[in-house]
């Protein structure tokens, strides 16, 4: 190039990328794409050519919208900043001001919080109810209803959502459902192959699956897809191309990890269930025929000093999120469960000794041995 230094060292690209056959997606770590002509600059708005602005669409994000659509059997699906964006970006695609939800009352607290409090500031109401009762969820339905949402499994009790049940009643009234799938993950649930609309990850957890991303992943019909995806480029809740390049990186050991976690979950929610210091072991048991997941939740007896407890752990961290590689604790009370209000506490059954376990894919003894031997040691 015939050009002076300081304009060489801007101009060094990679050239004839399109003839390099990488293995694994390269990271499209840009804001932009290039143009060669006006002709080409016009083929994007002609639909010729898919990428134009990151924030408006790249190859790394595509890729792991269509990733998490596929293992949902869903057509499309859009990737974002966060699980709560894309929760964020699915309910604004199905309900505007003068709309009303209706929400299970256990739902993950940043997702209460988002709907109690800030889509109300924009006009959108929620009845939040217990999902256990058909004729509860029939009698909350307004004329304005638009969404009904929850969890194919909730925090911290795991209590597992009859998605037949509420795809019927909401088929019924004709309203759209939505269903959070992060605790499930793909492996072992698929709603919206039972019918519901849109399903909605925190890709934070399983999907990354290593503690080191932060994402959301919005997947469902290609329609409402499409309208949740103009919310994400016009709220600027799209997400990095290296997070979704990590998070696809992530899914490739989605199955493997689940399996080994699920059945450490197994394991050691057995051994407590047979500890009399643990007061009651709540792990489900019909999620899937390959596991029932990989959280166990636990209520210490009143005899086990709480604190004591959690400083006894050893390698087992106290950590506010789960789904990592490696076993963690979090406290419901002291964190995710914090912000409700205490009758509702009380009503789900957040207490002092309410602990949460996520499983990792360490050796099931070794796990089991720590939580006996920190048990053992908050009886002192
Ligand atoms: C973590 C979590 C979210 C929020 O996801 P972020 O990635 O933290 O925004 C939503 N739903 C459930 C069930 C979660 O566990």
């Known amino acids: 190039m015939g050009v002076s230094f300081d304009t060489k060292v801007v101009h060094n690209s990679l050239k004839n990328t399109?003839?390099?056959?990488?293995?694994?997606?390269?990271?499209?770590?840009?804001?932009?794409?290039?143009?060669?002509?006006?002709?080409?600059?016009?083929?994007?708005?002609?639909?010729?050519s898919p990428y134009l602005y990151s924030r408006t669409g790249n190859p790394n994000t595509d890729e792991l919208g269509q990733a998490v659509a596929a293992l949902e059997g869903a057509p499309?699906?859009?990737?974002?900043?966060?699980?709560?964006?894309?929760?964020?970006?699915?309910?604004?695609?199905?309900?505007?001001?003068?709309?009303?939800?209706?929400?299970a009352e256990d739902l993950y607290g940043g997702t209460y919080h988002l709907l109690k409090e800030e889509l109300k500031q924009f006009g959108i109401e929620t009845t939040f109810i217990s999902f256990e009762n058909s004729d509860q969820i029939k009698n909350s339905i307004q004329k304005n209803t638009t969404l009904l949402y929850t969890e194919t499994v909730t925090n911290p009790f795991l209590r597992v959502e009859d998605i037949g049940k509420l795809v019927e009643i909401a088929r019924e009234e004709s309203i759209i459902t939505m269903v959070d799938n992060t605790f499930a993950s793909p492996y072992l649930k698929q709603p919206f192959l039972e019918g519901v609309d849109l399903v909605v990850h925190s890709a934070t957890k399983y999907?990354?699956?290593?503690?080191?991303?932060?994402?959301?992943?919005?997947?469902?019909?290609?329609?409402?897809?499409?309208?949740?995806?103009?919310?994400?480029?016009?709220?600027?809740?799209?997400?990095?191309?290296?997070?979704?390049?990590?998070?696809?990186r992530g899914i490739k050991t989605l199955a493997l990890?689940?399996?080994?976690?699920?059945?450490?979950?197994?394991?050691?929610?057995?051994?407590l269930m047979a500890?009399?210091?643990?007061?009651?072991?709540?792990?489900?048991?019909?999620?899937?025929?390959?596991?029932?997941?990989?959280i166990v939740t636990i209520e210490?007896?009143?005899?086990?000093?709480?604190?004591?407890?959690?400083?006894?752990?050893?390698w087992v961290k106290?950590?506010?999120?789960?789904?990592?590689?490696?076993?963690?604790?979090?406290?419901?009370?002291?964190?995710?469960?914090r912000a409700l209000p205490q009758e509702l506490q009380e009503k789900i059954g957040i207490n002092k000794q309410v602990v949460r376990i996520?499983?990792?894919?360490?050796?099931?003894?070794?796990?089991?041995?720590?939580?006996?031997?920190?048990?053992?040691s908050s009886l002192k």
């Open 18 to 48: 399109n003839v390099i056959h990488s293995k694994t997606t390269p990271i499209y770590q840009t804001t932009a794409f290039t143009f060669s002509s006006l002709e080409e600059l016009e083929g994007f708005y002609q639909g010729e």
């Open 76 to 103: 499309t699906g859009v990737a974002t900043s966060s699980g709560l964006s894309a929760i964020l970006a699915g309910i604004l695609s199905v309900a505007k001001a003068g709309d009303h939800v209706v929400a």
């Open 207 to 248: 999907l990354g699956g290593h503690s080191d991303v932060t994402a959301g992943v919005l997947v469902g019909h290609a329609n409402l897809v499409e309208r949740a995806r103009e919310k994400v480029v016009n709220l600027g809740a799209n997400l990095s191309p290296f997070e979704a390049w990590l998070t696809c």
């Open 257 to 271: 990890r689940m399996e080994r976690q699920a059945s450490n979950a197994k394991e050691l929610a057995q051994a």
């Open 275 to 294: 500890n009399v210091s643990v007061k009651r072991v709540y792990y489900p048991k019909y999620v899937s025929e390959k596991g029932n997941g990989a």
């Open 300 to 314: 210490l007896s009143d005899k086990c000093n709480i604190s004591q407890f959690f400083a006894s752990l050893g």
């Open 318 to 337: 106290i950590v506010p999120t789960l789904a990592g590689v490696e076993t963690t604790v979090s406290y419901p009370l002291g964190t995710s469960h």
């Open 358 to 376: 996520s499983l990792g894919i360490e050796s099931a003894n070794d796990i089991i041995k720590q939580f006996e031997d920190a048990i053992q």
